[in-house]
Every structure is written in structure tokens, then in C-alpha cells.
């Protein structure tokens, strides 16, 4: 999680010329108000992670003070400005005054109310959420590819019918939290609206993407929502040293892009996008979450576009790193569609048909054929 990668992606961004758009607006988060962070966080546990940003102390209890979560200095107020830019999107939405929005420092969905987990110590794509309901807004679904499960996001709104969670990730069997499988479906009149696709490790573009198509877009048109909020760490790349999954930027551009058009399609474009997961800190996330916010402000970057040299040579002279100098990996994006038939033998297909069947029939859809 070192911020160098956020600072990276905004050079990387800046230098493409995405924030140069007319339609294009920048906004410096606040830091969220602790009655904020209550709408979805206990407020005993806000306060621990105040007390431990103060004191330097662990609050073992709360999941503060961990590998995973150390205790630092300005843990709150930085867990909460990033809470606060998800937080403004939706704002920004609700007024009128956007209809995209990106905070690719944003996507801590493993963060619980009551505890730190995975990095993760505020929940912002949860408060943005919580705050599009307590504001009219009728339905929200939740997109996640991380390559990690959504799994504090998810329980957050496991027994609210008005969002549903989709997770498409690594199997909770190779990796952390050891959560997200499909029988993981949500509770009471919720029942359904947790969606969880747990994929083998090795799954590549083809395989993600195929998940991907297989089972989202049909739930979202059942579902009915009037924002797509999503969640895109780009762990799940072949490089990141965290994960076993084997994606390229250009399969994390595609589900960009298709995420993109799901909001077109079902919410009249509305769509807030969160960064996540990401540890190769130079040669994925900074190319990934360009990406992202280029696609957001509709104007998606060639994949054929070389990175820029004032940004490799910030790069180099800054860090010694040989940047990329393509915005791509150079890789043929293809896969087969649910249409082409479901094959037993094959272990992508396995994890699809189980959260079809778990899931399809309680939206009135065929596991088989919708």
C-alpha cells in the first residue's frame, strides 16, 4: 500500500492528459466526519482507531496493530480523507453535478464495521453507498475484481436487499481473507443479493473475463440498480507478487470498460469507480487506475499508447525503475462467452455453474441459459 503508488498514477494520468478534459473536475477531498464514518463503522471502533493514531497503541480487539494493518501516526485522518473523496463522489452524483467519479486511492473493502482488516481501515466504498440510500437512492450494486474478496463491503450490506455485492476474485482457499464463496449469498430479505465468484488460482483474462460475462451482467439487469459503484485493484495481475492470479492491463481495461457499460446501459451512466489491491507498485497500478480514470472521464487511452517519457524519466531519476513504455502488456484478449456451452472438465466453469445455481434462481434466472 505505498502511497507511491497513488502518486504515481496521478503523474501518470496528469501526463496522459486525462485531467485536461473540459469534462473533467479535480477535487480535494475532506477528511470525514466521525458521524459519517458511523453510518457504517461502530462508533467504539472509530474511536479506537483514533485513540491508536494518537497513542501508537495496537487495539488487538478491533484488528488494529496487526501485519496487515499497523499502527501509524495519521492512520484516521488518512483512512478518512480517503473515505471522504468516495464519500464527495457520491455527493457530487446526488447534487447533479457528476455523473462518473474515480478515487483510485479509494477500494479499502475489507475494512468491517467493527474492524481493520487487509490494509483496510475505513470502508469507503461502503460510505458511499450508505449515503446514495440514506439519499433516495433506491438500489445500489456493487462491482469487485479485485483479486481479493469483498468480504468487508459485503457484510456491511448482507442483510440490506437495496445493494447487492458482487465479488469476482481469488478462491478464499489459496487466498486471504479465505472468504467469498458462493453459498456466501446474503441473509433474510436479502437473500440473493450477495454474489460471490471464486475462481482458481492461474485464471487469466480469458478465464476472468469469461466469469466476468457469465454471471454479472444478467444479475445487474435483474437487480435493477441506479448506481454501479466498483471496486478495481488490479492485484489480480500476472506481476503482482501477492496473488496467484495471471491478468494483463489490458484484461484490467477490459473489465473497465465493461463495468463502464454496465453503468451506461442499466443507470443512466452512473458510476463511482475505487481503486483496491495493487503491489507492483510501477509497472501495474499506475497503468491500471489511468485506465480506470480515462475510461470514467469517456475517453478511454489506446492500449497501443506509449506512457510518457517526462513520466518514465520521473520514474528512473526518482526511484531507479525502468518504467513500462507501453500503456498495454501487449496480450490477445479473448474469451468464450456462456453462450458457447458450459464444460465440466474446465475449473473456471466449475466456479461459474456453482454461483449460477446458487444465485440465478432467485432472481427468477435459469443457472443454465439466461
Keep these: 500500500m505505498d502511497p507511491v503508488r497513488l502518486d504515481l498514477t496521478e503523474r501518470l494520468t496528469r501526463d496522459l492528459g486525462v485531467f485536461d478534459a473540459t469534462n473533467v473536475t479535480l477535487s480535494a477531498p475532506e477528511i470525514a ?33 496487526t501485519d496487515d494493518v499497523p499502527v501509524f501516526a495519521d492512520m484516521h485522518t488518512s483512512a478518512a480523507r480517503i473515505a471522504g473523496g468516495t464519500l464527495h463522489l457520491a455527493q457530487e452524483m ?18 468491517s464495521r467493527a474492524r481493520a482488516s487487509g490494509f483496510c481501515v475505513y470502508n469507503d466504498a461502503a460510505l458511499a453507498i450508505q449515503h446514495l440510500l440514506d439519499n433516495g437512492t433506491r438500489r445500489v450494486v456493487y462491482i469487485d475484481v479485485d483479486a481479493h474478496h469483498g468480504d468487508g463491503t459485503q457484510g456491511i450490506f448482507y442483510s440490506d436487499p437495496r445493494v447487492m455485492t458482487i465479488s469476482v476474485h481469488q478462491s478464499g482457499v489459496s487466498l486471504y481473507p479465505g472468504t467469498g464463496f458462493p453459498n456466501e449469498a446474503g441473509e433474510g430479505e436479502a437473500i440473493g443479493t450477495s454474489v460471490n465468484v471464486a475462481l482458481p488460482a492461474t485464471t487469466g483474462d480469458a478465464g476472468f473475463l469469461r466469469a466476468f460475462h457469465a454471471v454479472v451482467p444478467a444479475l445487474v439487469r435483474a437487480f435493477d440498480p441506479e448506481v454501479v459503484v466498483s471496486q478495481h485493484g488490479c492485484d489480480s495481475h500476472i506481476n503482482d507478487p501477492l496473488t496467484d492470479l495471471t491478468m494483463s492491463v489490458d484484461g484490467l481495461r477490459q473489465l473497465e470498460l465493461d463495468i463502464s457499460h454496465l453503468a451506461e446501459e442499466f443507470t443512466e451512466g452512473r458510476w463511482i469507480a475505487t481503486g483496491g489491491g495493487g503491489y507492483s507498485l510501477y509497472q501495474v497500478v499506475p497503468r491500471a487506475w489511468a485506465h480506470l480514470t480515462a475510461v470514467a472521464a469517456g475517453a478511454p487511452i489506446p492500449l497501443n499508447t506509449p506512457t510518457p517519457v517526462s513520466w518514465r524519466e520521473y520514474v528512473h531519476r526518482t526511484f531507479g525503475v525502468t518504467a513500462p513504455q507501453k500503456m498495454h502488456d501487449d496480450t490477445q484478449l479473448w474469451w468464450r462467452t456462456w453462450e458457447l456451452g458450459y464444460d465440466p472438465e474446465d475449473s473456471v466453469d466449475r466456479a461459474i455453474i456453482q454461483t449460477r445455481k446458487e444465485i440465478f434462481p432467485l432472481h427468477g434466472l435459469d443457472p443454465w441459459f439466461d
Excluded at 458511523?38 to 494518537?54: G, K, M, N
Excluded at 446526488?94 to 475494512?111: T, W
Aim: aromatic share 4%; glycine share 16%; hydrophobic share 35%.
Design 33 to 65: 466526519a466521525e458521524d459519517v464514518l458511523s453510518t457504517i463503522h461502530d462508533r467504539d471502533y472509530i474511536s479506537a482507531v483514533q485513540s491508536s493514531s494518537e497513542s501508537g497503541g495496537p487495539s488487538a480487539e478491533h484488528g488494529l496493530g
Design 94 to 111: 446526488l447534487a447533479g453535478r457528476a455523473v462518473h467519479g474515480v478515487n483510485f486511492a479509494g477500494g479499502m473493502h475489507h475494512a
